[in-house]
């Protein structure tokens, strides 16, 4: 079974460092996405990716924050200068197309996460 | 405003036994339902997605229902094996020009031997 692949599993950092976590979507998925989730809390959306650039982004997804495809099959989000508050799991998703009623293809598939805490 | 509720918080049965999980929605307007399981320190992996006109729809040992009228949902799960210790997490699409999803904040589910 296809899966998304996270890399990496868990990485601790200190307060204002860079950190690029990175994500191998389904080949032929088209939309990507980044979630995080706090430690006990809600799934949040921060970004979605269509065609090489960002199609929606959340109030979370600030200046700090950016995303990128660099070659055909990886897809990364990058902390600029973390915070304490950035320590989350961040999930990478992708679907083969956009959400729509009655369409069962747009189910996300989730990576299983990279665990980020920022000391 | 677009919120997702869900109950119980938590709740632990002994394996073999059936439970039912509850999700309340005040999601406007409404596009499609999703359970998912989430495993501890996992993603999250969908179990089934509703549209406004399905009623019911299982996969395996799970059933889930929907009433579009009062904005319910519940997942029904029988026969439960330890491996179905998890939080599930119902999540509704909003039909607006974003498809945004509200997720709701899950319900952690614990099977004992």
């Known amino acids: 079974e296809p899966e998304v692949t996270q890399t990496p599993s868990h990485q601790v950092t200190q307060m204002g460092q860079e950190v690029i976590l990175r994500c191998v979507p389904i080949?032929?998925?088209?939309?990507f996405y980044w979630y995080r989730q706090i430690l006990g809390q809600k799934v949040e959306f921060l970004v979605s990716f269509y065609n090489n650039e960002i199609s929606e982004k959340s109030e979370i997804f600030d200046d700090q924050f950016s995303v990128e495809r660099p070659d055909g099959s990886n897809f990364t989000l990058k902390i600029r200068s973390t915070k304490l508050e950035d320590s989350a799991m961040y999930f990478c998703a992708s679907s083969l197309i956009r959400d729509r009623v009655n369409s069962g293809a747009n189910v996300l598939t989730f990576g299983a996460g990279s665990r980020l805490t920022v000391l | 405003k677009n919120q997702v509720e869900q109950s119980p918080q938590s709740l632990i049965i002994l394996e073999g036994k059936n439970c039912t999980l509850q999700c309340n929605y005040t999601v406007s307007p409404f596009s499609n339902l999703r359970w998912y399981k989430q495993d501890t320190g996992r993603g999250p992996v969908s179990l089934t997605i509703?549209?406004?006109s399905e009623n019911t729809k299982s996969n395996g040992r799970y059933t889930a229902t929907l009433d579009a009228d009062t904005k319910q949902s519940s997942l029904h799960i029988t026969a439960s094996q330890l491996s179905d210790s998890a939080s599930y997490i119902c999540v509704v699409s909003v039909m607006d020009s974003n498809y945004q999803l509200i997720w709701g904040a899950g319900t952690k589910l614990i099977i004992k031997p």
């Open positions: 080949s032929n998925h088209l939309y």
């Open positions: 509703m549209t406004f």
